[in-house]
């Protein structure tokens, strides 16, 4: 169950690996596909719980990090959170 | 016996190192040989590219080439000055795992997913050296085994580990052109 | 080992500090400041291995004064930078020439904008500085060795005015020793042996001696070293022309722009115009009765270099008719700001000789 | 349930930062920037505040920070910061320098200008190397460290010893707070940032010159992969250089 989730700009993103070290609970790994500048990018899996962890070590400044006050019912996708409207 | 080529890409990618392992191998071959490198002032992710000119003896060359026989295309980011200095009908080796090989006219276009070789050869970081070892095949001015040698010389003490997959990764570059 | 085995792959930086080590130069110091650092990184790898020693300076303005110090010392020394990292520099450069101390200085520049910082200077008193001006890797190598033979010759700082092509370019180039003949010992330096013996040396740019042996005095020793620089003067300077015997154009170019004008002289010479180059290869002392006579039937002389007008003045004082002047360089940067911009490179020049010829 | 509207609650980056910096991947001194900014719009302080930018990869931040800023010679932001605060006391000033620009081409201005107690804060980035020019010795270079002008790792024997700026600047009077933190972890951004607020708090009460040396990972300049910044940075330079806000000795 995710308290939380991520918005992730993957084109900024230089696959520095910081966020992934970072995450406590740690559902951040790194994608197979490149970005167009070929740098591999952060990947979302459940659990997160918007602690703003990847955030604050992002060189690249690519995660947006929200909470659900309520958790969701159903676990969110693995892979890239869409960006979530509002 | 002369040769040109301006290797093109994004810092990063190993551009500068082709070109210096390719420069080297032809002079520790007897030939001589000049090789510019046109870099941004960042590290990484800025433009990136290099002219190398090989030639028997008396060597004249301008540092920046006014025209090239042949051009690599590691990146499409920045590579129009490179396109735009190859002659009509002049070689176009295009890092196809990456840039797109429909965009290059009026050139003889060859398609290598460098990216791709290189994993396949189990040296992920080398597709540079995948490119290397194709354009060498193409052109014969030195053989695979003299990019080795001088590769090996190059690659500072702190990177050595990576010399075993820049070896695979010139064999499989030439292997497809041989293949081809 | 054939001459062709013994060439090594160097870049200008590499092949500058294997030259500079073949001439004996062991002391460098320097602070790192692109291109140029590539110059202070070879240094500190290499100087060491031959028994030298290369400082990394905190800044240039003790880099200079480091090897000022070393060559009191009687060491053959050198230091660089850009024009940015010279401008620190400048005082300590006054100091050197009104000293008498040798020392080889490589501008290892961004671009042409240095050329009034190397051949006016920016420090105090009356002093010039022979600056060479290589066009390429391997007459930097050749310059290198000549420059300390000079500055030990003249006892001055003496300049290379290198650029990022030169500091960048590689080429396989055989750098071997290279004989000027001898030079007077260095009595002059400082090792501590006259002290206690009443004629215990001093160097000072007032050079007002000791109380039992008095100096010549600012006055004295100030007329002298400018005699000096005037003998400097009458038979340093140096130049090369390139097809300019029938020459109606005549191009004026120094340094890697050179180089370019060659390839487009050759270019236009095949589509039947009568061009020529003409190249200052000492930018100080400037080359002016060579230009005299370079220029005597030239109908068109037109300057040439990255900048907005600088060596247009030496020009302007020597060709044969001032009239026949025209300045056809400019300001051109690469973005980065490191190097040069678009207007090196043989279709501007073409354009530009030209239009001026038309 | 209902579908839970997910709140923001963190942004990626302040409206301040109006670019890229095209930096290298697992640099530190993006994160120094994005806390100070912040620290500048939590203050309230952004439109009277002027930075005073030294020479490093940081330049490259002078094109994308919504502040007003003065790109200074190598080394001289002390020194113009100086004369910024003493005619427009109003301001707030804050330099911003990395160690070569610093402690290397600038010791003189830092120092003076701290034992001067100028009503200003300076922010040191050290990262051990020149990072712009790929990753040169420094005076802040710690012994051992790899560098492209010290290749067998700093030996005193030859090279002397590094320079610990926060230590000799917390020795001088008119010094009103001096703090050192690391941007290689979550946790070190966040007490970074707040090392940077009381910087500037003081400032604005006028208790005389404060500084904020912040470690910034640099793997390009020490031959790491760009993920392993963090722990060289743990391992080499905190040991050099430790964290936390330093004793002032030099009290009036």
Not at chain 1, 2 to 25: F, H, N, W
Not at chain 1, 71 to 86: R, V
Not at chain 4, 26 to 46: H, K, Q, S
Not at chain 4, 224 to 238: C, D, I, K, N, R
């Amino acid at each position: 169950m995710s308290r939380g989730t991520v918005s992730i700009d993957v084109e900024r993103c230089k696959d520095c690996d910081l966020c992934v070290q970072a995450c406590p609970p740690k559902v951040l790994e790194m994608s197979a596909e490149v970005n167009e500048m070929g740098y591999r990018f952060p990947v979302l899996h459940d659990g997160c719980t918007g602690c703003t962890a990847c955030q604050l070590v992002c060189p690249d400044y690519v995660f947006q990090v929200y909470r659900f006050d309520v958790a969701p019912d159903e676990p969110h996708p693995p892979g890239q959170a869409a960006a979530p409207d509002g | 016996m002369r040769d040109e080529v301006i290797i093109t890409g994004i810092g990063g990618q190993g551009i500068q190192l082709m070109a210096k392992t390719l420069a080297l191998a032809a002079t520790r071959g007897g030939l001589q040989a000049m090789l510019t490198s046109d870099v941004g002032g960042e590290m990484r992710g800025g433009p990136s590219q290099a002219s190398v000119v090989v030639d028997d003896e008396g060597l004249r060359a301008l540092p920046i080439l006014p025209s090239t026989k042949s051009v690599v295309v590691m990146h499409h980011k920045h590579s129009a000055f490179a396109l735009g200095r190859l002659v009509p009908g002049g070689l176009a080796l295009v890092n196809s795992s990456v840039a797109d090989p429909a965009a290059i006219r009026d050139a003889e276009v060859i398609a290598v997913p460098a990216l791709e070789i290189a994993r396949a050869a189990d040296a992920p970081n080398a597709a540079g050296f995948v490119m290397l070892g194709a354009y060498a095949t193409l052109r014969l001015i030195v053989d695979v085994a003299a990019l080795g040698e001088a590769m090996r010389e190059l690659v500072p003490p702190y990177r050595a580990q990576h010399v075993a997959a820049n070896l695979r990764a010139l064999e499989a570059g030439a292997g497809t052109v041989l293949a081809a | 080992m054939t001459a062709a085995t013994a060439r090594q792959l160097h870049d200008g930086c590499a092949a500058i500090t294997e030259s500079a080590i073949a001439a004996g130069c062991r002391f460098f110091a320097g602070y790192p400041i692109s291109p140029f650092t590539g110059l202070l990184e070879n240094m500190s790898r290499r100087l060491p291995e031959a028994g030298g020693h290369c400082l990394n300076a905190e800044s240039e303005i003790e880099a200079v004064n480091m090897a000022l110090g070393a060559s009191a010392a009687g060491a053959r020394a050198a230091t660089g930078s850009c024009g940015q990292g010279l401008a620190l520099m400048q005082e300590a450069i006054a100091e050197l020439a009104l000293n008498e101390l040798p020392l080889v200085i490589f501008n290892m520049a961004r671009n042409q904008q240095d050329y009034f910082q190397a051949t006016r200077g920016g420090g105090w008193g009356d002093y010039r500085t022979l600056t060479l001006a290589p066009k390429d890797v391997p007459e930097a190598v050749e310059h290198t060795q000549l420059l300390f033979h000079l500055a030990d010759r003249y006892r001055a700082p003496v300049m290379l005015y290198g650029d990022p092509l030169i500091a960048q370019t590689h080429v396989s180039v055989d750098v071997a020793a290279r004989d000027f003949g001898p030079l007077p010992a260095k009595d002059w330096a400082l090792d501590g042996s006259s002290g206690g013996t009443g004629h215990s040396r001093q160097i000072w740019t007032w050079a007002m001696g000791k109380a039992t042996e008095p100096g010549p005095g600012p006055d004295g020793h100030w007329r002298a070293v400018a005699a000096k620089f005037d003998e400097i003067a009458g038979t340093e300077a140096r130049s090369e022309t390139y097809r300019a015997d029938d020459a109606e154009t005549l191009v004026v170019a120094f340094g890697s722009a050179a180089l370019f004008v060659e390839h487009v002289v050759d270019e236009l010479r095949a589509d039947g115009h009568r061009v020529g180059l003409f190249r200052p290869v000492t930018l100080w002392p400037f080359p002016g009765d060579d230009l005299a006579a370079a220029t005597r039937n030239a109908s068109r002389v037109l300057v040439f270099e990255l900048n907005a007008g600088q060596m247009l003045d030496d020009v302007r004082q020597f060709t044969h008719d001032r009239g026949a002047v025209r300045f056809i360089g400019g300001v051109s940067i690469h973005a980065s700001g490191l190097s040069f911009g678009p207007l090196l490179d043989v279709g501007p020049i073409r354009e530009r000789i030209l239009e001026a010829a038309a | 349930m209902t579908e839970a509207a997910p709140r923001l609650v963190a942004r990626d980056r302040p409206d301040l930062i109006l670019g890229d910096h095209g930096l290298c991947p697992g640099c530190g001194e993006p994160l120094a920037l994005r806390i100070l900014l912040e620290v500048l719009e939590e203050l309230d302080i952004v439109r009277r505040s002027v930075g005073v930018v030294g020479h490093g990869c940081y330049g490259s931040f002078v094109q994308i920070m919504d502040v007003e800023v003065l790109q200074c010679l190598h080394g001289r932001a002390p020194s113009c910061a100086t004369g910024i605060k003493r005619v427009r006391p109003g301001t707030v000033v804050f330099t911003m320098q990395g160690d070569g620009d610093m402690v290397n081409e600038g010791l003189q201005e830092v120092l003076h200008t701290a034992a001067r107690g100028e009503n200003v804060t300076c922010v040191l980035l050290n990262n051990g190397v020149f990072g712009d020019t790929g990753g040169h010795q420094t005076a802040t270079t710690v012994v051992g460290q790899r560098t492209k002008t010290s290749l067998d790792g700093r030996d005193p024997e030859t090279h002397g010893y590094p320079i610990p700026l926060a230590e000799l600047v917390a020795s001088l009077a008119g010094v009103c707070y001096v703090a050192r933190g690391a941007v290689s972890s979550a946790g070190g951004v966040a007490r970074t940032k707040r090392m940077l607020r009381s910087a500037f708090e003081h400032q604005l009460a006028g208790d005389g010159f404060g500084l904020v040396e912040i470690l910034t990972m640099c793997p390009t300049g020490w031959f790491v992969p760009a993920g392993s910044g963090p722990q060289y940075l743990t391992s080499s330079l905190e040991a050099a250089y430790p964290l936390g806000e330093l004793p002032l000795r030099g009290q009036p």
